[in-house]
Each structure stands twice: as C-alpha cells, then as structure tokens.
C-alpha cells in the first residue's frame, strides 16, 4: 500500500511548476490590464483602477505628486490634482454640473465656463450680476451665483474672485475709481458664496483688477460689456491652506 501511494506521489511530482506558472500568469495580467488603464488618463478609472490592484495585490496605492506624475519609488498610479488630465476632467465636470443646473433653474446660457492657460473660468456678466456703477448684487443674480457654488463646491483647488470693469471711470463718492468698483464687486460675489452658498472660506478669496485686464476692445459697447464682468477662476494646483504662521518664519 505505502509502496503503491509513493510511487502515486513521484508521478506528479513535476506538476509543482503549475503554481509558478499561475503566479506569472496573474502578475502578466495585472501588468496588461495597468497598461490598458494608463493609455486613457480618466481620473475615476484611475481611482477604481488603484482601489481594484491595492485590494488584489495588498499594496498600498500611492497618490501622483503635485507635478502630476508617478512618485519616485512607489506605485502611484492616480493623476496629479494640476496635470493637464485632471483639470480637463474639471473642466468637464463643472461644464455638466453648470449645463444640468442651470437647466433646472431656467437660466441657460448665463454662465460661461473655459479653460485659461492652468486655470479654469466660470465668467459672470456685469450687467447680469450688478447694476450700473454698484457693487450691489441683483436679486436674479442669487440663481446664477448658486449654480456656480454647486460647480466648484466639491472641487479642493483654491478660487480667486475676480472684478473687472470697463476703462469708463468711476468717480462716485463710494467708488473713487474703477479699483475701488471691482474689488468691491469681487468682495460681494465672494460673501455670497461663503455666507449664502456654503463655499469653504479657507479657499477663497477676492481680487480687484479694475480695467486692467480686458477681454475684449473697450472702443465699443459690445466690448466695455464684456470687460465688466465677474469671473470665478479655479486655480491649479490645489494649495494646502494652513493656519497663520507663527514666530516670524515664513
């Protein structure tokens, strides 16, 4: 009996390299489906695709640094926060949640969202968000304004908020110059979306750029109109926001 299991035993015996070939197998398959995953820079899949391998391989996924690419030794495979993927992944998803809401509230075609450069720009109308020479803003400016907190609310990035005019000086007792307009503009648009709207306010914050920064000829109407404007400009890449600094360091 002992004779005939051991003879049983010596003719599998190089069967053993079955295990090994499995081990190859699944590793080459994990390698393939990261190839296939990385030849299309989408954030969700990246992020499902890293939850499936740390789950699978029990590693530990790394994040991308800041520059956007993969960490030096580890095995991140997440896009950075400010590489050119993810803010068209942002932009996309500002544009959907922008089109949807503003479908829902039945003002289309009021906001305008682009990409600049590194940032993003979701553009306010002057004369849609404030009247004449005043940083007040018009009760049918509060929809458009919401609309535009539900885009940027989820997002980590820092928003600067800018006013803008047109070159046709000020010269009111409360608004000296076109400085003094656009940052009061800038300020208003800013406290609505803080107090109002929920915006985090450790992320935002206001700048008046006065007639410095057309975009369009201020030889026209057409043009002065679309320099007075509001824009809320998401900025790439996202800044850890920390508390005052302390003992005179920087």
Same mark, same amino acid.
């Not at 695709?49 to 740390?54: F, H, I, N, T, V």
């Not at 450069?117 to 009760?139: N, T």
């Not at 940027?152 to 820092?158: C, F, G, R």
């Given at each position: 009996?002992?004779?005939?299991?051991?003879?049983?035993?010596?003719?599998?015996?190089?069967?053993?390299?079955?295990?090994?070939?499995?081990?190859?197998?699944?590793?080459?398959?994990?390698?393939?489906?990261?190839?296939? !995953?990385?030849?299309?820079?989408?954030?969700?899949?990246?992020?499902?695709?890293?939850? @499936? $391998?740390?789950?699978?391989?029990?590693?530990?996924?790394?994040?991308?640094?800041?520059?956007?690419?993969?960490?030096?030794?580890?095995?991140?495979?997440?896009?950075?926060?400010?590489?050119?993927?993810?803010?068209?992944?942002? $932009?996309?998803?500002?544009?959907?949640?922008?089109?949807?809401?503003?479908?829902?509230?039945?003002?289309?075609?009021?906001?305008?969202?682009?990409?600049?450069?590194?940032?993003?720009?979701?553009?306010?109308?002057?004369?849609?968000?404030?009247?004449?020479?005043?940083?007040?803003?018009?009760?049918?400016?509060?929809?458009?304004?919401?609309?535009? !907190?539900?885009?940027?609310?989820? $997002?980590?990035?820092?928003?600067?908020?800018? @006013?803008?005019?047109?070159?046709?000086?000020?010269?009111?007792?409360?608004?000296?110059?076109?400085?003094? $307009?656009?940052?009061?503009? !800038?300020?208003?648009?800013?406290?609505?979306?803080?107090?109002?709207?929920?915006?985090?306010?450790?992320?935002?914050?206001?700048? @008046?750029?006065?007639?410095?920064?057309?975009?369009?000829?201020?030889?026209?109407?057409? @043009?002065?109109?679309?320099?007075?404007?509001?824009?809320?400009?998401?900025?790439?890449?996202?800044?850890?926001?920390?508390?005052?600094?302390?003992?005179?360091?920087?």
């Amino acid at each position: 009996m002992s004779r005939r299991k051991k003879a049983h035993e010596e003719s599998h015996a190089d069967e053993r390299w079955v295990i090994s070939y499995a081990d190859l197998v699944t590793l080459l398959f994990g390698f393939f489906l990261l190839l296939y !995953a990385t030849a299309d820079a989408n954030s969700v899949k990246f992020a499902e695709l890293s939850k @499936g $391998l740390a789950e699978a391989f029990h590693v530990p996924i790394k994040e991308a640094d800041s520059s956007g690419g993969i960490l030096d030794g580890g095995t991140g495979i997440v896009p950075g926060r400010n590489s050119p993927a993810q803010i068209e992944n942002d $932009l996309a998803f500002i544009r959907s949640v922008v089109d949807r809401e503003s479908a829902a509230a039945g003002i289309q075609g009021q906001l305008r969202v682009t990409r600049e450069e590194d940032h993003i720009v979701i553009r306010l109308a002057d004369q849609l968000i404030f009247p004449s020479a005043s940083a007040d803003l018009r009760q049918a400016a509060l929809p458009v304004l919401d609309v535009a !907190a539900r885009a940027v609310a989820s $997002l980590p990035n820092e928003l600067r908020i800018e @006013g803008h005019t047109d070159n046709v000086p000020v010269g009111t007792d409360r608004y000296p110059s076109n400085w003094e $307009l656009s940052s009061a503009r !800038a300020t208003a648009v800013l406290r609505y979306l803080v107090e109002r709207a929920n915006v985090d306010s450790s992320r935002v914050f206001a700048a @008046g750029f006065g007639a410095e920064r057309p975009i369009a000829t201020n030889l026209t109407p057409e @043009g002065r109109a679309l320099n007075r404007r509001a824009d809320i400009v998401v900025l790439y890449p996202p800044v850890k926001i920390t508390g005052p600094v302390t003992g005179g360091q920087e």
